[in-house]
């Protein structure tokens, strides 16, 4: 191994160092004294209740473990948005499971909380997984209600989705294992079964100090929405348990007996490990982004018997496409190159940026594998298009366009991880957010931006200056250094993959080794969901 390979992987492996000590934190939700309070009233925390309810030694895929990191600070913070969510195997069944956190301000919902809890039901009806809920929350944050109630993507929408998956036929069971209070009860109770734990448990449209307020009336919490008055009283809920055990052990006993699915039918044989070492991606991937890489090297280290079939692979070969298999399922890969490379033509092609030939390539193989019905995996470290006169006279924007297209309106379930940058148009031909891959996770690695930082802040530099100009305003040389440097910092902050984690742009940052899980556990999910809707691209650009 040279010199580059050694610094690289020890950089890199700084980073997910860097990213484990943070999931430590977040793991501790309100903190270890919250947690405490939580035991003292013979309740698990929302970590403790999905540890005991899943299947001994099955994988949990978290998805928003950073959502609101870094936001709310003048309240105190929202760690993992005061909800946590994620795909997870009960009684050998794949579900998705929302658990409120109570360490987190009692588990009150948040402006990110609302985006977190609708994010995973998205999760569920893309997928036709089975949700479970595990309800223990103060309901809306007030101070922010403007931000979390009125609004089409805000906490009412919740309800709407349990309606509409109710009708699709998933399955949800609800536990109401804490506070359930306002228009946060009707998620439970719209739920196929609810069960209650007795004393901890409560559900009410308001509590007793607003029914006071509001009628008059005297009367306690318990009484006026405690497990017995809704189990034995209004009907309200089905089950009440005496702990959180116990009702945690009737929800595997539905789950027991819960009948089969039926399949999309992806393509899988047994699982083989990469014959190249995983690990080494930690010392190929250069810390600098700037420096070049065979992006072949990565995806031999994540495929099954590091084994890739690729696709036109003399042509366009700034995008790599082919297929190969990922814990055993079939996958069509479209990864950027990120080393430079000679077209037959003699031109030279940077890394990592998309020129007209390959965009061209991409969007025949993302049709080829929607005939097969092969999932797609997207491996993003995109610059963005080609740029200038030779590209704009060439077609870039049409054969971009017609990527985008393909990519767009496939129907075959898409994923991608983010291993480096992820800026501007690229973003989107690379199955961004927007275009809705049933999962997307980066890599600490990652960078997500309309451009990178530096070309960011010159052009906004020059911006700033123009404008103190144009008021007659003299900038030195030493003041321009200044207002760069701020301008920088502040714009790298923007372009770190937490910023992007903690507003869910991304489902998760992941140690790149996790990635084959990801992806497997992704296509698994999607095998639930039978594909209906016919491959129609539209108009196509020629």
Same mark, same amino acid.
């Given at each position: ?54 299947? !001994? !030694? ?50 009150? &919902? ?40 009125? !609004? ?18 998933? =399955? ?65 809920? !089905? ?18 007996? =819960? ?69 055993? &399922? ?48 997207? /491996? ?80 906004? /530099? ?42 869910? &742009?991304?489902?998760? =940052?992941?140690?790149? /080794? ?29």
């Amino acid at each position: 191994m040279d010199i580059a390979f050694n610094k690289n992987e020890d950089l890199n492996k700084q980073e997910v160092d860097k990213l484990k000590h943070k999931l430590e934190k977040v793991y501790l939700g309100g903190g270890e004294k919250k947690i405490a309070s939580q035991h003292e009233k013979g309740k698990l925390t929302a970590r403790e209740r999905i540890e005991y309810l899943l299947d !001994d !030694d099955s994988e949990f895929l978290e998805i928003g473990a950073f959502a609101a990191d870094g936001m709310y600070e003048d309240v105190g913070g929202c760690p993992s948005a005061g909800v946590v969510t994620g795909i997870g195997y009960v009684e050998g069944r794949q579900v998705v499971i929302v658990a409120n956190d109570a360490t987190v301000k009692a588990g009150a &919902w948040f402006p990110m909380t609302a985006k977190k809890n609708l994010r995973a039901q998205e999760v569920a009806m893309e997928n036709r997984l089975p949700v479970i809920y595990l309800v223990d929350s103060a309901g809306v944050f007030l101070p922010m209600q403007n931000e979390i109630f009125p !609004d089409k993507e805000h906490f009412g929408r919740q309800f709407r989705n349990n309606a509409k998956m109710s009708s699709m036929g998933i =399955i949800q069971v609800a536990a109401i294992m804490g506070s359930c209070v306002a228009g946060g009860a009707y998620l439970p109770i719209m739920a196929d079964e609810a069960m209650i734990v007795n004393k901890t448990g409560s559900i009410f449209l308001a509590g007793s100090y607003l029914v006071k307020a509001a009628i008059g009336e005297t009367i306690d919490n318990e009484t006026l929405g405690g497990a017995s008055t809704h189990c034995e009283i209004s009907g309200v809920t !089905d089950n009440k348990h005496e702990t959180d055990k116990d009702c945690l052990n009737d929800i595997r006993r539905i789950f027991n007996k =819960i009948g089969s699915f039926e399949k999309a039918g992806f393509n899988r044989e047994e699982s083989a490990a990469p014959k190249k070492d995983e690990n080494e991606i930690y010392g190929i991937l250069p810390n600098d982004r700037v420096k070049p890489y065979d992006t072949k090297d990565i995806i031999e280290r994540l495929v099954d018997n590091s084994e890739f079939d690729e696709y036109k692979a003399l042509y366009g070969k700034s995008i790599i496409c082919g297929t190969a298999r990922i814990d055993g &399922w079939a996958v069509g890969i479209i990864a950027n190159q990120r080393k430079v490379v000679k077209t037959k033509k003699g031109e030279m092609q940077m890394g990592g940026v998309i020129y007209s030939d390959s965009a061209d390539k991409s969007a025949r193989f993302i049709m080829n594998c929607n005939q097969r019905k092969i999932p797609l995996v997207f /491996l993003q470290d995109v610059s963005g298009f080609m740029i200038g006169s030779k590209s704009e006279h060439g077609g870039i924007i049409k054969d971009g366009a017609k990527m985008v297209n393909a990519m767009a309106n496939s129907v075959v379930p898409k994923f991608t991880i983010v291993i480096g940058n992820s800026y501007g148009a690229g973003n989107y031909a690379m199955c961004g957010k927007a275009y809705d891959p049933r999962l997307i996770y980066a890599w600490p690695t990652a960078q997500i931006a309309v451009m990178s930082g530096a070309a960011a802040a010159k052009t906004l /530099l020059q911006i700033r200056v123009a404008t103190l100009k144009a008021k007659g305003e003299v900038i030195s040389d030493e003041d321009q250094e200044k207002m760069l440097k701020e301008i920088t910092d502040k714009y790298n902050e923007e372009l770190s993959p937490y910023y992007a984690a903690s507003r869910l &742009w991304v489902d998760g =940052i992941i140690d790149p /080794l996790e990635t084959r899980k990801v992806i497997s556990m992704g296509i698994e999910a999607a095998d639930h969901a039978p594909i209906e809707k016919p491959f129609n691209v539209g108009v196509i650009q020629t």
